[in-house]
């Protein structure tokens, strides 16, 4: 038996007024996800516990398997370990974004212009962070690139006593009222305010401008926590496991977890990844590995970016580039399956940030043949009256067939 987690990261929505109503998933012509919804167990799970902010990490968390309000101590720790920065128990981690500000010219005046820079490229971010890092490290503050615009700052012995705004949540919006706050505070403003004078005028900035892109002016700090220790995925499930993933918190989860997390080239996160190369990875691990959690950022991204066609046909190419040539895969080798096909979380167009409702899931058993639902969308699903309180049971559910 093999176990696959198709994870279309914010691929729920709530309806749009520019979809005459509807919601992406709605809309989407995904046949399979569809037919896997008309032949399995379709409900609806939370998977961010009371108290805890919507984000892809506590939202990952439950999906995988563990228990955000047991294991979940800050994102930037989980992006650390996929970046390779060896972390102390008594070191405070944090998202580092690679932001584009706009200039108006004191720094609470500014606007979130860009969360991303035009996703910049990890090249151009490579050159950036390393010169940051000349200028701003220090015996206790040290900055480690990563991907895009992702990277990440540690603090040792810091503090998490901190109110840390994600940047993606303040888009288009003057970050005055969204600057750090809590003890040494002001420790990660200066440093943030002299990123954007280092920033500003760099030559990697300057090229970017000629290209008609954003130049990534300014780090936003965010994400703080510390080291996580998560129990391996093998010896709680008992089958060993592989991530499919091109954003870092997710193989930063996995590879915490003791799963493969192998580099996939052109896979980006956005909807330009390499939707085919994934589903080949994901077709190469299943001949020695028999659970796959294979994920998808790119409708999550259109979602903060309020891209309504991009993000109806990032859910078309998850259904024909990666669901369908690993069912197919799997249906040649006559392999029984069981699958769950998700998201972690909405991210409605009309808000451009994550909520945390429960979210509609898939539950298919190729051995049986269940009545499900006429096609998998977030009111079908809703009318089923299945409802799963905590979203970590999903994963013993599927893997051990207990629903």
């Known amino acids: 038996m093999k176990y696959i987690v198709f994870l279309g990261d914010g691929m729920a929505d709530y309806p749009n007024d520019e979809l005459n109503g509807k919601t992406p998933l709605e809309l989407a012509n995904k046949p399979h996800m569809d037919y896997f919804g008309q032949h399995g167990l379709c409900g609806m799970a939370k998977t961010v516990p009371d108290g805890m902010k919507p984000g892809s990490d506590t939202a990952n968390l439950s999906v995988m398997g563990y228990a955000p309000e047991r294991y979940y101590t800050g994102r930037s720790p989980l992006e650390a370990v996929s970046a390779g920065v060896p972390l102390e128990d008594t070191d405070i981690t944090f998202r580092a974004n690679l932001v584009t500000l706009s200039d108006a010219p004191a720094y609470a005046d500014k606007t979130m ?6 996703e910049i490229t990890t090249e151009e971010a490579a050159v950036l962070i390393e010169d940051l890092a000349k200028e701003l490290d220090t015996d206790c503050l040290k900055l480690y690139p990563g991907f895009s615009y992702r990277h990440i700052l540690v603090w040792k012995n810091g503090n998490l006593n901190f109110n840390l705004t994600p940047p993606h949540d303040i888009s288009d919006k003057v970050v005055g009222a969204y600057l750090p706050k809590g003890d040494n505070a002001d420790v990660l403003q ?87 190369g994934k589903a080949q990875k994901a077709i190469e691990l299943l001949k020695t590995h028999d659970f796959l959690y294979i994920h998808i950022e790119a409708p999550d991204e259109c979602g ?28 040649a080798a006559n392999e029984p399956f069981r699958l769950l096909i998700m998201p972690d979380h909405p991210t409605p167009l009309s808000l451009r940030t994550h909520v945390a409702d429960p979210v509609p899931f898939i539950l298919y058993d190729s051995t049986k043949d269940l009545p499900g639902v006429s096609c998998y969308t977030e009111k079908n699903c809703a009318q089923t009256g299945v409802y799963i309180e905590k979203a970590s049971d999903l994963m013993g559910h599927l893997i051990r067939d207990t629903l």
């Open 113 to 118: 212009i860009d969360y991303s820079a035009d």
């Open 190 to 276: 200066a440093l943030m305010e002299k990123s954007y004078q280092i920033l500003k005028d760099h030559p990697i900035n300057q090229k970017r401008k000629a290209r008609n892109l954003r130049p990534a002016n300014s780090l936003w700090i965010w994400g703080e926590g510390k080291k996580a220790v998560l129990p391996p995925f093998e010896s709680v499930y008992g089958v060993k496991g592989a991530v499919v993933s091109a954003v870092d918190l997710i193989k930063g989860i996995g590879l915490s977890a003791g799963m493969t997390c192998p580099d996939i080239p052109g896979a980006t996160g956005n909807i330009h990844t390499n939707f085919e």
């Open 304 to 331: 903060h970016r309020h891209e309504i066609e991009n993000k109806i046909l990032a859910i078309e190419r998850i259904d024909e580039k990666i669901i369908a040539p690993v069912i197919a895969c799997l249906k």
